[in-house]
């Protein structure tokens, strides 16, 4: 029985969903220009700080629709939300802000664990740097084959 009444919620929730759909869409292209923009206009000050900033505007975006279909669920259920969809923007946007803040802070400390375990001399590591990105990668599997996996599989899972 609970299979079957999941079933018609689901159904009642994605009709809702595919009327919405073109202004979520919209609404995210928007969006995407606004990163575009603030993007740009940051990288004059700090490319680093403007490489967060997008990321936390992809983070956003990516929680927008999910948050969008929360509201219509419980809208499906009876339930008013005290949030409008505005609200709801902001609330995914501080959400991208605060995961993209954590990826940030993961990402660091596996470079500082790397830098900190790897039995290179920082000489050695600002040498890699100007070498190609797939011969610096093979250099330090060469260095510590094990550190190296764990940091980079580490990074690429956060990020």
């Known amino acids: 029985m609970s299979v079957l009444r999941a079933l018609f919620l689901s159904l009642s929730i994605t009709w809702r969903?595919?009327?919405?759909?073109?202004?979520?869409?919209?609404?995210?292209?928007?969006?995407?220009?606004l990163a575009i923009f603030v993007g740009i206009g940051l990288?004059?000050?700090?490319p680093?700080?403007?490489?967060?900033?997008?990321?936390?505007?992809?983070?956003?975006a990516s929680v927008m629709p999910v948050m969008i279909g929360a509201r219509l669920g419980l809208l499906t259920e009876g339930v008013k939300p005290r949030n409008g969809y505005a609200g709801l923007m902001m609330i995914s946007v501080a959400y991208g802000i605060f995961e993209g803040l954590c990826v940030w802070v993961m990402l660091a400390f596996?470079?500082?664990?790397?830098?900190f375990l790897t039995p290179?001399?920082?000489?050695?590591?600002?040498?890699?740097?100007?070498?190609?990105?797939?011969v610096a990668i093979r250099a330090l599997f060469l260095v510590?084959?094990?550190?190296?996996?764990?940091?980079?599989t580490g990074a690429a899972v956060m990020v």
């Open 144 to 152: 510590d084959e094990l550190i190296t996996s764990a940091v980079l």
């Open 120 to 134: 290179m001399t920082v000489d050695g590591l600002i040498g890699l740097w100007d070498l190609g990105t797939e």
């Open 48 to 60: 680093l700080l403007a490489v967060m900033v997008l990321t936390a505007f992809v983070l956003a």
């Open 43 to 46: 990288s004059f000050l700090s």
């Open 17 to 33: 969903y595919v009327l919405v759909l073109p202004v979520v869409v919209i609404g995210l292209g928007i969006f995407g220009l």
């Open 110 to 115: 596996s470079i500082a664990a790397f830098l």
